[in-house]
């Protein structure tokens, strides 16, 4: 999953969100020195990350994109799959999704000091093109593609994924519900026993 499932995946709890978001910028062991909670936010988004790898039905999704994509495939359905939790976000949130991600950013601006290097870095970038909203449209999507694909030095091609997003979109968008059903009630239990 990508960054917006796994802000959402944390529930209400900040330190948690915070922990989830920055989690693939902080590498092994370097989570002990943060507090607790954003601790076991990072540690919540290697479990979240460990049980997607792994399911089926994601594994059916990266398959159908493999023979063009190759190893970028997973990472590419990451993507699509925020795609589809943003498309769909008032039936999974009370709350707008363009309030949920302001709320979002400024709570990251608020504990700027906590984000490792590579967050700040990024972070500004994030909030001006406003990615998590562009989640929500085939448009946004292809630009957070384009963009990831420039980080590839193009050799992914990442940004014409928004092809089979189109060609397949039901089918993708039927994985994802599936998906995301198991994923919510595997986050419960490991919340709980954080």
Same mark, same amino acid.
């Given at each position: 999953?990508?960054?917006?499932?796994?802000?959402?995946?944390? $529930?209400?709890?900040?330190?948690?969100?915070?922990?989830?978001?920055?989690?693939?910028?902080?590498?092994?062991?370097?989570?002990?020195?943060?507090?607790?909670?954003?601790?076991? $936010?990072?540690?919540?988004?290697?479990?979240?990350?460990?049980?997607?790898?792994?399911?089926?039905?994601?594994?059916?999704?990266?398959?159908?994109?493999?023979?063009?994509?190759?190893?970028?495939?997973?990472?590419?359905?990451?993507?699509?799959?925020?795609?589809?939790?943003?498309?769909?976000?008032?039936?999974?949130?009370?709350?707008?999704?363009?309030?949920?991600?302001?709320?979002?950013?400024?709570?990251?601006?608020?504990?700027?000091?906590?984000?490792?290097?590579?967050?700040?870095?990024?972070?500004?970038?994030?909030?001006?093109?406003?990615?998590?909203?562009?989640?929500?449209?085939?448009?946004?999507?292809?630009?957070?593609?384009?963009?990831?694909?420039?980080?590839?030095?193009?050799?992914?091609?990442?940004?014409?994924?928004?092809?089979?997003?189109?060609?397949?979109?039901?089918?993708?968008?039927?994985?994802?519900?599936?998906?995301?059903?198991?994923?919510?009630?595997?986050?419960?239990?490991?919340?709980?026993?954080?």
């Amino acid at each position: 999953m990508n960054y917006l499932a796994h802000i959402y995946l944390s $529930g209400e709890d900040e330190q948690l969100k915070i922990g989830n978001f920055i989690a693939d910028s902080v590498k092994g062991s370097k989570f002990i020195g943060f507090p607790e909670k954003v601790k076991n $936010g990072i540690i919540l988004h290697r479990a979240i990350d460990t049980f997607t790898d792994s399911h089926p039905v994601v594994k059916k999704s990266v398959h159908r994109l493999f023979p063009v994509y190759s190893h970028y495939s997973a990472v590419i359905i990451d993507i699509l799959y925020d795609h589809f939790l943003a498309a769909n976000w008032s039936e999974y949130s009370n709350v707008p999704l363009e309030k949920y991600v302001a709320e979002f950013y400024e709570l990251l601006n608020e504990n700027f000091e906590l984000l490792p290097k590579r967050v700040k870095h990024f972070l500004p970038y994030m909030i001006r093109d406003n990615w998590l909203l562009n989640y929500a449209t085939i448009e946004g999507i292809g630009k957070i593609l384009f963009q990831m694909d420039q980080r590839t030095k193009n050799r992914s091609q990442m940004q014409l994924a928004t092809t089979e997003l189109k060609l397949y979109y039901s089918e993708f968008e039927e994985e994802f519900r599936s998906f995301f059903t198991d994923l919510e009630n595997f986050c419960s239990e490991e919340i709980a026993k954080l």
